[in-house]
């Protein structure tokens, strides 16, 4: 029964903090685009495409893809710069 109540608890916490991490990845995307947009229009599209696909994620509340999504833009950008 410990073992159970263990797992749902952190289950729960789990979501939550992958539900607050989404936002902060979006932030981040915003920022470098802003900041430091990458040269190449083919690389700044794809960026833009899982942002916006990662945000519509996170309202899904599909957290975890969200930031398995939010993930690829970042490196996407990273990448060319």
Do not use: Y
Request: charged share 20%; glycine share 4%.
């Amino acid at each position: 029964m410990h073992r159970l109540v263990a797992f749902l608890t952190t289950a729960l916490l789990s979501t939550s903090l992958w539900a607050m991490h989404c936002p902060a990845d979006m932030a981040k995307i915003d920022a470098l685009l802003q900041s430091n947009p990458p040269g190449d229009a083919t690389v700044l599209a794809q960026v833009q495409k899982l942002r916006a696909e990662g945000e519509e994620l996170h309202n899904a509340g599909d957290h975890s893809q969200s930031v398995k999504v939010l993930g690829e833009a970042l490196q996407l950008l990273e990448a060319s710069e």
